[in-house]
């Protein structure tokens, strides 16, 4: 398999870490105040984007809003998977049946098992809940 890789992308300005992110590249993240976001700590958690550095706290954030992007699977994800938010921020994948989570993405490139590496075009400029 390919290593993971990124595309064009689209990404927010002007962001801080609002706590400790150094270990959560390539994980989803929140607004959580005004121009600042923490990991996504829920699967109802409105995804922001997907944080591209590993910033401390009070540090600028890097945030994928829109384009292709690793993301950090929560278990085996298969290509063509439609993704969301996990409980603990990293990506899972979800089905038009899940109307209480978010819909953020869909999988190009598949991991094989949790917390593994994969790539995903997402769009969390407009994205809604399915219901």
Known sequence: MASAFEGPQIRAVGLIAGGDLSAKQFYAVKL????????????????????????????????????????????????NASIGTAADGQLATYTVADTTKYIIGICQQGAGAADGMAVAFVNCASIRLLA
């Open 32 to 79: 959580s105040d005004a121009n600042t976001v923490v990991v996504c700590a829920a699967v109802t958690d409105k995804p922001y984007g997907i944080l591209q550095n590993a910033p401390k706290s009070g540090e600028e954030a890097e945030v994928c809003v829109i384009g292709q992007t690793k993301i950090s699977a929560d278990a085996l994800m298969a290509v």
